[in-house]
């Protein structure tokens, strides 16, 4: 079955910096790679998504890009803003999804 | 547009005791799904259902715990009995086409 790495565990990074979180699957069959942002006691969200047919896609300040060859694929976010500060979970996958453990953001004012 | 909804948001319940953890999924979604959260674990699909059928029960812990969907717009995750280790939050999602999914605001458990 697939196997989602996700790194780093914990990010902290000055308010206006750019943030980056890295994720590795196994199974090439995967073709759908969301990303959600949770919040402190709330649920997951989705925030962006790529399917394996797209190499990179943006909505505002962040972006994610797929390396289909390589199985990774990274979210970025550019200018980030204390609102950033969350837990984002990496999944892949076609149906069920299989999710990282997720990356602690601090974003520090 | 309601969301997955969940209940009850928060249970105490002491060892032993029956939980019982229920889901209304997005209108229309053809696909339901449990996951459990934890520290330790992160998120975890316990099961999901498409169409009402179970698909995958792979995730359940044990025989402690059953899922049941009898109809489109409801299912339940029970347990019984519950344990300390149990204690987690649950988190019912649903999903249209089955990827893109959509998470209810989570049942917090804490078994004592």
């Known amino acids: 079955g697939e196997n989602v790495e996700q790194h780093p565990s914990t990010l902290s990074v000055q308010e206006g910096d750019s943030a980056v979180i890295k994720c590795t699957y196994s199974?090439?069959?995967?073709?759908?790679f969301p990303w959600y942002k949770q919040e402190l006691g709330k649920r997951p969200q989705l925030i962006i998504d790529?399917?394996?047919?797209?190499g990179e896609k943006k909505d505002q300040r962040i972006a994610v890009t797929l390396n289909k060859t390589a199985k990774h694929f990274s979210l970025h976010i550019t200018e980030t803003q204390p609102e950033d500060s969350a837990v984002y979970f990496c999944?892949?996958?076609?149906?069920?999804?299989?999710f990282g453990k997720g990356t602690r953001l601090s974003v520090i004012a | 547009d309601a969301g997955v909804i969940q209940s009850p948001r928060h249970e105490v319940t002491e060892m032993g005791q029956e939980v019982t953890l229920r889901c209304k999924p997005i209108?229309?979604?053809?696909?339901l799904f449990w996951y459990r959260q934890t520290m330790m674990r992160g998120l975890e699909l316990l099961i999901y259902?498409?169409?009402?059928?179970?698909?995958?029960d792979s995730g359940m812990p044990e025989d402690r715990f059953s899922a049941k969907m009898p109809n489109a717009s409801f299912s339940t995750l029970k347990i019984q009995p519950s344990e300390p280790r149990d204690s987690a939050v649950y988190f019912c999602?649903?999903?249209?086409?089955?990827?893109?999914?959509?998470f209810g605001e989570g049942s917090w458990l804490t078994v004592v």
């Open positions: 790529i399917r394996s047919n797209v």
């Open positions: 999944a892949a996958g076609n149906t069920p999804l299989v």
């Open positions: 209108s229309g979604h053809d696909y």
């Open positions: 999602a649903s999903s249209l086409t089955g990827n893109t999914i959509y």
């Open positions: 199974d090439s069959a995967s073709n759908y």
């Open positions: 259902f498409n169409n009402n059928v179970p698909i995958d």
